[in-house]
Protein backbone atom coordinates (compact mmCIF):
# COMPACT_ATOMS: atom_id res chain seq x y z
CA UNK A 1 0.00 0.00 0.00
CA UNK A 2 1.87 3.39 -0.67
CA UNK A 3 1.70 6.34 1.36
CA UNK A 4 -1.27 8.25 -0.33
CA UNK A 5 -3.46 5.47 -0.22
CA UNK A 6 -2.98 4.62 3.50
CA UNK A 7 -2.96 8.62 4.50
CA UNK A 8 -6.67 8.24 2.79
CA UNK A 9 -7.39 5.36 4.86
CA UNK A 10 -6.04 6.92 7.68
CA UNK A 11 -8.44 10.55 7.22
CA UNK A 12 -11.34 8.08 6.50
CA UNK A 13 -10.85 5.65 9.33
CA UNK A 14 -10.46 8.92 11.65
CA UNK A 15 -13.62 9.96 9.88
CA UNK A 16 -15.64 6.90 11.06
CA UNK A 17 -14.14 8.16 14.64
CA UNK A 18 -15.93 11.06 14.32
CA UNK A 19 -19.00 10.26 13.41
CA UNK A 20 -19.30 7.83 16.49
CA UNK A 21 -18.52 11.10 18.78
CA UNK A 22 -21.19 12.74 17.08
CA UNK A 23 -23.71 10.08 16.56
CA UNK A 24 -23.05 9.07 20.63
CA UNK A 25 -24.47 5.46 20.08
CA UNK A 26 -23.48 4.41 23.99
CA UNK A 27 -24.91 7.87 25.27
CA UNK A 28 -22.94 9.97 27.91
CA UNK A 29 -22.14 6.65 29.71
CA UNK A 30 -19.11 6.09 27.32
CA UNK A 31 -16.55 8.85 27.86
CA UNK A 32 -13.88 8.09 25.49
CA UNK A 33 -13.71 10.44 22.29
CA UNK A 34 -12.67 8.38 19.51
CA UNK A 35 -11.39 11.27 17.40
CA UNK A 36 -8.78 11.95 19.89
CA UNK A 37 -7.93 8.05 20.17
CA UNK A 38 -7.69 8.19 16.18
CA UNK A 39 -5.07 11.28 16.46
CA UNK A 40 -2.83 9.41 18.85
CA UNK A 41 -2.80 6.22 16.23
CA UNK A 42 -2.36 8.56 13.52
CA UNK A 43 0.22 10.64 15.43
CA UNK A 44 2.20 7.18 16.55
CA UNK A 45 2.13 5.59 13.40
CA UNK A 46 2.11 8.04 10.15
CA UNK A 47 4.95 10.29 9.11
CA UNK A 48 5.13 13.98 10.67
CA UNK A 49 4.08 16.50 8.88
CA UNK A 50 0.92 14.10 7.54
CA UNK A 51 0.24 13.30 11.05
CA UNK A 52 0.36 16.61 12.35
CA UNK A 53 -1.77 17.55 9.38
CA UNK A 54 -4.52 14.94 10.05
CA UNK A 55 -4.50 16.39 14.03
CA UNK A 56 -5.13 19.86 12.54
CA UNK A 57 -7.89 19.35 10.34
CA UNK A 58 -9.85 17.37 13.18
CA UNK A 59 -9.07 19.39 15.35
CA UNK A 60 -10.53 22.10 13.48
CA UNK A 61 -13.58 19.78 12.90
CA UNK A 62 -14.15 19.50 16.77
CA UNK A 63 -13.93 23.46 17.37
CA UNK A 64 -16.34 23.39 14.71
CA UNK A 65 -19.08 22.06 17.31
CA UNK A 66 -16.81 24.28 20.23
CA UNK A 67 -17.81 28.50 20.96
CA UNK A 68 -16.66 31.22 19.24
CA UNK A 69 -12.56 32.27 20.15
CA UNK A 70 -9.59 30.88 19.23
CA UNK A 71 -9.42 27.52 17.74
CA UNK A 72 -8.01 26.06 20.84
CA UNK A 73 -8.65 22.09 19.58
CA UNK A 74 -6.40 22.66 16.34
CA UNK A 75 -3.50 24.08 18.31
CA UNK A 76 -3.98 21.17 21.17
CA UNK A 77 -4.44 18.78 18.81
CA UNK A 78 -1.50 19.48 16.07
CA UNK A 79 0.83 20.03 19.61
CA UNK A 80 -0.05 16.98 21.17
CA UNK A 81 0.79 15.11 17.48
CA UNK A 82 4.01 17.20 16.96
CA UNK A 83 4.98 16.33 20.89
CA UNK A 84 4.69 12.46 19.94
CA UNK A 85 6.31 12.99 16.63
CA UNK A 86 9.44 14.21 18.58
CA UNK A 87 9.03 12.02 21.54
CA UNK A 88 8.38 8.51 19.52
CA UNK A 89 11.94 7.92 18.54
CA UNK A 90 13.13 8.30 22.14
CA UNK A 91 10.38 5.78 23.71
CA UNK A 92 10.61 3.31 21.41
CA UNK A 93 9.48 -0.04 23.91
CA UNK A 94 5.84 -0.62 23.91
CA UNK A 95 6.06 0.22 27.50
CA UNK A 96 7.09 4.11 26.36
CA UNK A 97 4.58 4.44 24.25
CA UNK A 98 1.79 3.49 26.40
CA UNK A 99 3.16 6.47 28.93
CA UNK A 100 3.07 8.80 26.07
CA UNK A 101 -0.51 7.70 25.34
CA UNK A 102 -1.36 7.92 29.08
CA UNK A 103 0.45 11.34 29.43
CA UNK A 104 -1.46 12.65 26.09
CA UNK A 105 -4.50 11.62 27.66
CA UNK A 106 -4.38 13.39 30.69
CA UNK A 107 -2.64 16.52 29.34
CA UNK A 108 -6.30 16.44 27.04
CA UNK A 109 -8.52 16.11 29.74
CA UNK A 110 -6.41 18.45 31.84
CA UNK A 111 -7.29 21.41 29.11
CA UNK A 112 -10.63 20.02 28.59
CA UNK A 113 -11.27 21.10 32.62
CA UNK A 114 -9.57 24.08 32.03
CA UNK A 115 -11.98 25.07 29.05
CA UNK A 116 -15.08 23.73 30.90
CA UNK A 117 -13.61 25.86 34.37
CA UNK A 118 -14.29 22.54 36.51
CA UNK A 119 -12.87 19.59 37.39
CA UNK A 120 -15.00 16.58 37.13
CA UNK A 121 -13.02 14.25 38.52
CA UNK A 122 -15.51 11.03 37.95
CA UNK A 123 -15.45 12.36 34.50
CA UNK A 124 -11.45 12.23 34.36
CA UNK A 125 -11.19 9.01 35.87
CA UNK A 126 -13.58 7.22 33.41
CA UNK A 127 -12.38 8.87 30.74
CA UNK A 128 -8.46 7.73 31.04
CA UNK A 129 -9.61 4.40 31.98
CA UNK A 130 -11.84 4.00 29.12
CA UNK A 131 -9.55 5.80 27.00
CA UNK A 132 -7.01 3.20 27.42
CA UNK A 133 -9.38 0.15 26.74
CA UNK A 134 -10.84 1.77 23.61
CA UNK A 135 -7.29 2.59 22.30
CA UNK A 136 -5.90 -0.38 21.67
CA UNK A 137 -8.83 -1.39 20.13
CA UNK A 138 -9.18 1.50 17.82
CA UNK A 139 -4.99 0.57 17.08
CA UNK A 140 -5.87 -2.84 16.07
CA UNK A 141 -8.63 -2.39 13.56
CA UNK A 142 -6.83 0.52 11.99
CA UNK A 143 -3.36 -1.31 11.87
CA UNK A 144 -5.14 -4.00 10.21
CA UNK A 145 -6.93 -1.81 7.58
CA UNK A 146 -3.75 0.17 6.84
CA UNK A 147 -1.73 -2.91 7.15
CA UNK A 148 0.91 -1.74 9.57
CA UNK A 149 3.02 -4.77 11.19
CA UNK A 150 2.96 -5.78 13.99
CA UNK A 151 -0.83 -5.41 14.59
CA UNK A 152 -1.08 -6.00 18.46
CA UNK A 153 1.59 -2.94 18.70
CA UNK A 154 0.80 0.30 19.85
CA UNK B 1 29.26 20.90 13.19
CA UNK B 2 25.65 20.93 12.14
CA UNK B 3 24.46 24.18 10.50
CA UNK B 4 20.67 24.54 10.15
CA UNK B 5 19.86 26.27 7.27
CA UNK B 6 16.58 27.69 5.87
CA UNK B 7 17.12 24.64 2.80
CA UNK B 8 16.41 22.67 6.15
CA UNK B 9 12.62 23.63 5.51
CA UNK B 10 10.88 21.31 2.92
CA UNK B 11 7.67 21.87 0.84
CA UNK B 12 5.29 19.92 2.87
CA UNK B 13 6.53 21.97 6.15
CA UNK B 14 5.67 25.13 4.27
CA UNK B 15 1.98 22.91 3.61
CA UNK B 16 1.38 21.94 6.92
CA UNK B 17 2.30 25.57 8.46
CA UNK B 18 -0.28 26.90 5.64
CA UNK B 19 -2.69 24.58 6.41
CA UNK B 20 -2.59 25.67 10.45
CA UNK B 21 -2.82 29.61 9.55
CA UNK B 22 -5.77 29.10 7.60
CA UNK B 23 -7.43 27.33 9.89
CA UNK B 24 -6.23 30.07 12.48
CA UNK B 25 -6.85 33.12 10.18
CA UNK B 26 -10.19 32.22 8.20
CA UNK B 27 -13.44 31.62 10.06
CA UNK B 28 -14.37 28.49 8.49
CA UNK B 29 -15.57 27.20 11.39
CA UNK B 30 -19.24 27.74 10.80
CA UNK B 31 -18.87 26.11 7.33
CA UNK B 32 -16.95 23.02 8.72
CA UNK B 33 -19.67 22.63 11.04
CA UNK B 34 -22.23 22.83 8.93
CA UNK B 35 -21.12 20.02 6.23
CA UNK B 36 -20.72 18.18 9.45
CA UNK B 37 -24.38 18.42 10.12
CA UNK B 38 -25.26 18.37 6.66
CA UNK B 39 -23.91 15.24 6.89
CA UNK B 40 -25.39 13.99 10.08
CA UNK B 41 -28.55 14.45 8.96
CA UNK B 42 -28.33 13.03 5.87
CA UNK B 43 -27.04 9.81 7.80
CA UNK B 44 -30.03 9.80 10.10
CA UNK B 45 -32.02 9.97 7.33
CA UNK B 46 -30.78 7.84 4.81
CA UNK B 47 -33.17 4.71 6.75
CA UNK B 48 -35.25 5.59 4.00
CA UNK B 49 -33.33 4.35 1.37
CA UNK B 50 -32.85 0.99 2.56
CA UNK B 51 -34.68 -0.92 -0.37
CA UNK B 52 -36.18 -4.35 -0.98
CA UNK B 53 -33.75 -6.04 -3.11
CA UNK B 54 -35.56 -9.58 -3.29
CA UNK B 55 -32.84 -11.61 -2.75
CA UNK B 56 -33.60 -14.57 -0.44
CA UNK B 57 -30.11 -13.72 1.75
CA UNK B 58 -31.23 -10.61 1.76
CA UNK B 59 -34.72 -11.00 2.67
CA UNK B 60 -34.67 -11.83 6.49
CA UNK B 61 -32.27 -8.59 7.33
CA UNK B 62 -34.86 -6.18 5.16
CA UNK B 63 -37.48 -7.46 7.13
CA UNK B 64 -35.52 -6.65 10.14
CA UNK B 65 -35.12 -3.48 9.47
CA UNK B 66 -38.15 -2.66 8.47
CA UNK B 67 -39.48 -4.22 11.32
CA UNK B 68 -37.76 -1.91 13.43
CA UNK B 69 -38.57 0.96 11.63
CA UNK B 70 -41.99 0.45 11.87
CA UNK B 71 -41.45 0.55 15.68
CA UNK B 72 -39.31 3.92 15.59
CA UNK B 73 -42.46 4.95 13.59
CA UNK B 74 -44.94 4.04 16.07
CA UNK B 75 -42.92 5.17 18.58
CA UNK B 76 -42.30 8.87 16.79
CA UNK B 77 -46.70 8.48 16.12
CA UNK B 78 -47.02 8.16 20.16
CA UNK B 79 -44.69 10.94 20.86
CA UNK B 80 -45.95 13.50 18.50
CA UNK B 81 -49.52 12.42 19.46
CA UNK B 82 -48.87 13.28 23.26
CA UNK B 83 -47.37 16.21 22.19
CA UNK B 84 -50.52 17.37 20.24
CA UNK B 85 -52.75 16.61 23.16
CA UNK B 86 -50.31 18.86 25.24
CA UNK B 87 -50.33 21.84 22.60
CA UNK B 88 -54.01 21.38 22.85
CA UNK B 89 -54.32 21.42 26.45
CA UNK B 90 -52.05 23.84 27.43
CA UNK B 91 -52.52 26.50 24.11
CA UNK B 92 -48.93 26.42 22.95
CA UNK B 93 -46.94 26.58 20.17
CA UNK B 94 -44.74 23.92 19.85
CA UNK B 95 -42.79 22.93 16.91
CA UNK B 96 -41.10 19.15 16.44
CA UNK B 97 -37.49 18.68 16.12
CA UNK B 98 -35.40 16.02 16.68
CA UNK B 99 -31.38 15.59 17.17
CA UNK B 100 -29.15 15.51 14.70
CA UNK B 101 -25.68 15.01 16.42
CA UNK B 102 -24.34 15.41 19.71
CA UNK B 103 -20.99 17.67 20.52
CA UNK B 104 -18.13 15.08 20.55
CA UNK B 105 -16.68 16.67 23.10
CA UNK B 106 -17.19 14.61 26.53
CA UNK B 107 -16.88 17.44 28.65
CA UNK B 108 -19.81 19.27 27.09
CA UNK B 109 -23.64 18.12 27.00
CA UNK B 110 -24.86 20.09 23.93
CA UNK B 111 -26.65 18.97 20.62
CA UNK B 112 -27.22 19.89 17.42
CA UNK B 113 -30.99 19.98 16.11
CA UNK B 114 -32.55 19.77 12.76
CA UNK B 115 -34.68 23.17 13.12
CA UNK B 116 -33.04 26.58 12.45
CA UNK B 117 -34.52 29.74 12.02
CA UNK B 118 -36.40 29.02 8.92
CA UNK B 119 -38.40 27.01 10.86
CA UNK B 120 -38.74 29.69 14.03
CA UNK B 121 -35.84 28.44 16.04
CA UNK B 122 -34.08 31.61 18.29
CA UNK B 123 -31.74 31.87 20.97
CA UNK B 124 -33.06 31.48 24.46
CA UNK B 125 -35.96 29.18 23.84
CA UNK B 126 -36.64 26.12 25.79
CA UNK B 127 -36.99 22.77 24.85
CA UNK B 128 -39.19 20.38 25.80
CA UNK B 129 -39.90 16.37 25.68
CA UNK B 130 -43.34 14.85 24.70
CA UNK B 131 -43.30 13.94 28.48
CA UNK B 132 -43.40 17.89 28.12
CA UNK B 133 -40.02 17.52 31.05
CA UNK B 134 -37.12 20.42 29.91
CA UNK B 135 -34.56 19.17 27.91
CA UNK B 136 -32.50 22.64 27.41
CA UNK B 137 -32.17 25.83 26.38
CA UNK B 138 -31.36 26.49 22.52
CA UNK B 139 -28.12 28.87 22.33
CA UNK B 140 -27.15 29.07 18.81
CA UNK B 141 -29.60 29.04 15.38
CA UNK B 142 -28.47 29.00 11.76
CA UNK B 143 -30.79 28.68 9.27
CA UNK B 144 -31.42 24.79 8.93
CA UNK B 145 -29.95 24.14 12.00
CA UNK B 146 -29.35 25.62 15.99
CA UNK B 147 -27.55 24.05 19.51
CA UNK B 148 -29.14 23.32 22.32
CA UNK B 149 -27.56 22.77 25.72
CA UNK B 150 -28.52 19.72 27.74
CA UNK B 151 -29.31 20.61 31.16
CA UNK B 152 -26.27 19.14 32.65
CA UNK B 153 -23.69 21.36 30.26
CA UNK B 154 -21.75 22.90 32.55
CA UNK B 155 -22.88 25.62 31.33
CA UNK B 156 -26.51 25.18 31.74
CA UNK B 157 -28.04 27.49 34.59
CA UNK B 158 -31.85 28.53 34.96
CA UNK B 159 -33.77 29.78 38.08
CA UNK B 160 -35.92 26.99 39.22
CA UNK B 161 -38.31 26.01 42.33
CA UNK B 162 -38.26 23.39 44.40
CA UNK B 163 -41.03 21.72 46.23
CA UNK B 164 -43.91 24.48 46.96
CA UNK B 165 -41.79 27.80 45.92
CA UNK B 166 -38.65 27.52 47.06
CA UNK B 167 -36.43 29.47 44.63
CA UNK B 168 -33.04 28.18 43.35
CA UNK B 169 -30.27 28.46 40.85
CA UNK B 170 -30.27 24.96 38.60
CA UNK B 171 -26.74 24.27 37.46
CA UNK B 172 -25.47 21.50 35.16
CA UNK B 173 -22.60 19.42 36.26
CA UNK B 174 -21.62 16.81 33.45
CA UNK B 175 -23.82 13.41 35.46
CA UNK B 176 -25.16 15.39 37.93
CA UNK B 177 -27.46 18.20 38.25
CA UNK B 178 -27.70 20.53 41.16
CA UNK B 179 -29.58 23.25 43.13
CA UNK B 180 -27.57 26.15 44.30
CA UNK B 181 -28.79 28.76 46.89
CA UNK B 182 -31.99 27.54 48.07
CA UNK B 183 -32.87 29.12 51.26
CA UNK B 184 -35.93 27.57 52.31
CA UNK B 185 -36.80 26.99 56.27
CA UNK B 186 -39.09 23.60 55.17
CA UNK B 187 -37.54 20.68 54.92
CA UNK B 188 -36.42 19.66 51.69
CA UNK B 189 -36.91 15.86 51.00
CA UNK B 190 -35.82 13.45 48.43
CA UNK B 191 -38.75 12.97 45.59
CA UNK B 192 -40.16 16.87 45.57
CA UNK B 193 -40.87 18.01 42.54
CA UNK B 194 -38.25 20.52 40.90
CA UNK B 195 -40.10 22.92 38.45
CA UNK B 196 -39.34 26.47 35.89
CA UNK B 197 -41.52 28.69 34.96
CA UNK B 198 -40.90 30.19 31.40
CA UNK B 199 -41.65 34.01 30.47
CA UNK B 200 -45.11 34.48 28.21
CA UNK B 201 -45.84 30.76 29.20
CA UNK B 202 -48.76 30.40 32.03
CA UNK B 203 -47.77 26.91 33.56
CA UNK B 204 -44.93 24.99 35.43
CA UNK B 205 -42.64 23.38 33.48
CA UNK B 206 -41.13 20.07 35.10
CA UNK B 207 -37.68 19.67 35.12
CA UNK B 208 -37.07 16.38 37.67
CA UNK B 209 -37.13 15.89 41.53
CA UNK B 210 -34.88 15.98 44.35
CA UNK B 211 -32.73 13.21 44.03
CA UNK B 212 -31.05 13.94 47.94
CA UNK B 213 -30.76 16.82 49.58
CA UNK B 214 -29.20 18.02 53.04
CA UNK B 215 -27.96 21.31 54.96
CA UNK B 216 -24.92 21.70 57.20
CA UNK B 217 -25.30 23.40 60.35
CA UNK B 218 -23.14 25.93 59.18
CA UNK B 219 -24.30 26.50 55.63
CA UNK B 220 -27.45 28.75 54.95
CA UNK B 221 -28.51 27.16 51.55
CA UNK B 222 -29.26 23.66 51.25
CA UNK B 223 -27.28 20.90 48.97
CA UNK B 224 -29.76 19.42 46.20
CA UNK B 225 -28.92 17.17 43.64
CA UNK B 226 -32.08 16.58 41.26
CA UNK B 227 -32.16 13.45 38.51
CA UNK B 228 -33.85 15.02 35.59
CA UNK B 229 -37.10 13.51 34.15
CA UNK B 230 -35.47 13.86 30.20
CA UNK B 231 -33.50 11.17 28.79
CA UNK B 232 -31.76 11.32 25.14
CA UNK B 233 -31.10 9.32 22.58
CA UNK B 234 -30.71 10.21 19.16
CA UNK B 235 -33.92 8.94 18.14
CA UNK B 236 -35.93 11.27 20.28
CA UNK B 237 -38.54 13.46 18.90
CA UNK B 238 -37.74 16.96 20.92
CA UNK B 239 -40.48 20.30 20.98
CA UNK B 240 -39.49 24.38 21.23
CA UNK B 241 -41.85 26.43 23.40
CA UNK B 242 -42.35 29.47 21.07
Not at chain 1, 12 to 40: C, I, M, N, Q, T
Not at chain 2, 189 to 212: E, Y
Not at chain 2, 223 to 230: A, F, H, L, Q, R
Request: aromatic share 12%.
Amino acid sequence: MNERESLLKAYLGVSLLLALDLSRFFDYSLKSEFVFLGVLFASLNLRPSPAVGLAAVFGYCRDAFAGPGLPLYTLEFAAIAAAIQFFRFAFIGQKERFLLILAALALHALLASLRCGKVFIGQIVFFLSQSILFYFAVSFLLKKWLKIFPENSL
Amino acid sequence: MHVYLPNRIRPHHIRLLILVVAFLVFPLRQFARTVIVVVMQRISYSGAGVSHRGQSGNENAYLKIHLLRLAHLDDENRQLRKALDFQREKKLKLVGTSIIAFDPSGWRRSVMLDTGTLCGAASGMFVINEDAALVGKITETQKNYSRLILLEDPDFNLQVYVGAASLGLLSGGLDSLKVFYVETTEAVKAGDPVWARIPGVDFNLAVGKVKSARKSDSSMFWDIEVEPYSKFSLLQQLFLIH
